[in-house]
């Protein structure tokens, strides 16, 4: 028995010196801080219409990702969003860029289309900001067009 137990603790110790490096340390991880906006309201621009509960999410290492439903009254028609950085006193610090450029003479644009008036379209997209602005943000608001 004796025997069973020294051999289980080698096993113990080899596997904990085998998976401990894969695993983080105390103290040397590093989560990202994050903000989310959520507009509670219905959105219009034009014949566009974004639903409530769009949201962009900021993270600290200046990435944020955006998620929301709009629609048109018309076909082939597109959702034009700009998305504004603010501090406390809703002071523009900046504007996201858009991580899948759609318009080069406008990086800071984002670009849903809508094909079908009959249709609903969820909004998934991607931006960057000054990773060293995150500490004052504490307000967004969009510009849009239709």
Known sequence: MRDIRRSVGAVAATLALALGPAL??????????????????????????????ARWTLYSDGTATFDGTVTSGDDNDAWLMWAYLKDADNAVLGTLT?????????????????????????????????????????????????
């Open 24 to 53: 983080p340390a105390t103290g040397t991880a590093h989560a990202l801080s994050s903000r989310t906006f959520t507009w509670n309201k219905v959105m219009r621009a034009g014949d566009c219409t974004m639903f409530e509960g």
């Open 98 to 146: 858009n991580y899948r450029v759609q318009d080069p003479t406008d990086r800071n644009k984002f670009v849903k289309n809508l094909p079908s008036e009959t249709q609903r379209y969820r909004w998934f997209a991607s931006g960057r900001f000054d990773a060293r602005k995150f500490p004052l943000i504490r307000r967004m608001s969009l510009g849009k067009h239709c």
